[in-house]
């Protein structure tokens, strides 16, 4: 793993569209129950969107011990 390999992972995050096709909803009912509850335009958050959250978290939280382990491999061979 190179230093661009590494720092994309890095960067790579979840976005809001990600999130909508967990949920099957659209990009726009994620920005809509974000907004503040007192906004015109806010609406209730999908349901089961704890469990969404929760599994999308764990992937990423996957995804960086994969990445720590991947550069620490590189490290033990630096030396």
């Known amino acids: 793993m190179d230093f661009k390999e590494a720092t994309d992972s890095l960067f790579a995050g979840v976005d809001h569209q990600e999130l909508a096709e967990r949920l099957g909803v659209s990009v726009a009912s994620i920005r809509q129950a974000r907004l503040r ?26 995804r960086y011990r994969g990445l720590i382990e991947a550069v620490r491999e590189e490290v033990g061979k630096s030396k």
Do not use: F, G, T
Request: no cysteine; glycine share 0%; net charge neutral.
């Open 37 to 62: 509850p007192d906004a015109k335009a806010h609406r209730s958050p999908p349901p089961h969107w704890p469990e969404a959250v929760i599994r999308m978290s764990e992937a990423q939280i996957m």
